[in-house]
C-alpha cells in the first residue's frame, strides 16, 4: 500500500508541474488558457528529439523543454494571446481551445500518431526497497525535482520584488503602470514561465504518462482539477490538490480498476461543494 502511496506522490508531483504553470496564468493573469496542455506537449516531443536526434542525454533534454515552451510561449504571447487578454473568459476559452485542436493536428501530421518513447539512464531505471517501501528511481527523482521546484516557485512569487510587482499588476494594471511597473512586460514573463512549466512537466511526465498528439486533450481535465480545486490565489493550493488527486488517480486505479478513473472526479465533485473556493481559500464575508 505504502508503494502505491508513493507511486500516487510522484504521479501527484508531475500534475502540480503541469498544473501550476496553468495557476500562473489563470491566477496572476486572470487569463483563461486551456492551450496549456499543448506547450506540455511541445515540451514532451522537444526532450523525446533531444534524446532520439540529437543524442543529449535525459537530463539535458528537461532544461531544454523548458527553455523552448517559454520562448514559444513568449513569441504566441506577443503574437497572438496579448490581443485577447481584455476579452471575456468565454472568448479566451473558445480561442484557447481553438489552438488545442490545431496543436493536436500538426503534431500529429509532423510527428506522427504514435506514442513516443524515451531511454531514462541506468540510474533513473528500476526499484529499491526501504522497510518494505518499493522505490522506483524515477519516481523519487520527480519527487525531488518537482518538489524543489514548488518551493521555489512560491517563494518567487511571494518574497521577490518580481512577485510583489507581479500581484500589483495583476490587482490593478493602471495604477501599476504609473507607478513605474512595465505590466506588459511582467505578464509577458509569466507567460513564458508558466508555459516553460508545462514544457518541464510533459517531458517528466513522458515516462509516467505517455506522449502522443492527444496528450493535450486527454490531460486537460486534469489540470483544469488541479487549478479548480486548489485555487488560484497561491502555489500552496494547487500543491496539495495535486498530490491529493494524484493519490486518489493512482490508488483508485490500482485498488478498484473497476471505478478506478471514476474516483478522481467524485473527489473533485465533493471538494467543489465543501470548499468552492479552492483548497486553502479563505471564506468570503
Known amino acids: 500500500m505504502l508503494t502505491i502511496l508513493f507511486d500516487g506522490i510522484a504521479y501527484g508531483m508531475v500534475l502540480f508541474v503541469l498544473g501550476c504553470g496553468l495557476s500562473v496564468t489563470m491566477g496572476l493573469m486572470n487569463f483563461v488558457n486551456l492551450a496549456h496542455g499543448a506547450f506540455a506537449m511541445l515540451g514532451g ?11 543529449l542525454p535525459f537530463l539535458a533534454s528537461l532544461p531544454l523543454a523548458f527553455l523552448v515552451a517559454a520562448l514559444v510561449g513568449i513569441v504566441l504571447e506577443r503574437l497572438i494571446y496579448r490581443p485577447m487578454y481584455a476579452k471575456s473568459h468565454l472568448d479566451q476559452v473558445m480561442f484557447s ?3 488545442v485542436f490545431m496543436a493536436v493536428a500538426g503534431t500529429d501530421w509532423l510527428m506522427g ?18 522497510a518494505g517501501i518499493g522505490i522506483g528511481r524515477y519516481r523519487l527523482f520527480v519527487i525531488a525535482v518537482c518538489g524543489l521546484l514548488a518551493v521555489s516557485l512560491q517563494w518567487g512569487f511571494t518574497r521577490t520584488r518580481f512577485g510583489s510587482r507581479l500581484r500589483a499588476s495583476v490587482d490593478d494594471a493602471r495604477v501599476a503602470r504609473g507607478l513605474g511597473i512595465p505590466v506588459t512586460r511582467l505578464f509577458a514573463l509569466t507567460f513564458a514561465l508558466g508555459s516553460g512549466l508545462a514544457g518541464l512537466g510533459g517531458a517528466l511526465g513522458i515516462e509516467l504518462m505517455g506522449l502522443d498528439p492527444t496528450f493535450p486533450l486527454k490531460f486537460m481535465i486534469y489540470f ?23 493519490v486518489a488517480d493512482v490508488v483508485g486505479k490500482y485498488l478498484v480498476p473497476q471505478v478506478g478513473a ?24
Open 262 to 285: 471514476f474516483i478522481i472526479y467524485a473527489l473533485m465533485v465533493v471538494l467543489l461543494i465543501t470548499r468552492p473556493h479552492g483548497l486553502f481559500a479563505r471564506a468570503r464575508a
Open 45 to 55: 516531443y522537444v526532450a523525446v528529439a533531444a534524446m532520439q536526434r540529437l543524442g
Open 224 to 246: 483544469l482539477i488541479v487549478v479548480t480545486v486548489g485555487g488560484t490565489s497561491s502555489i500552496t493550493g494547487p500543491f496539495f490538490a495535486a498530490m491529493l488527486l494524484g
Open 113 to 130: 500518431s504514435g506514442q513516443q518513447f524515451i531511454r531514462l539512464p541506468a540510474w533513473l531505471q528500476g526499484r529499491f526497497e526501504i
Open 97 to 99: 481551445i481553438g489552438l
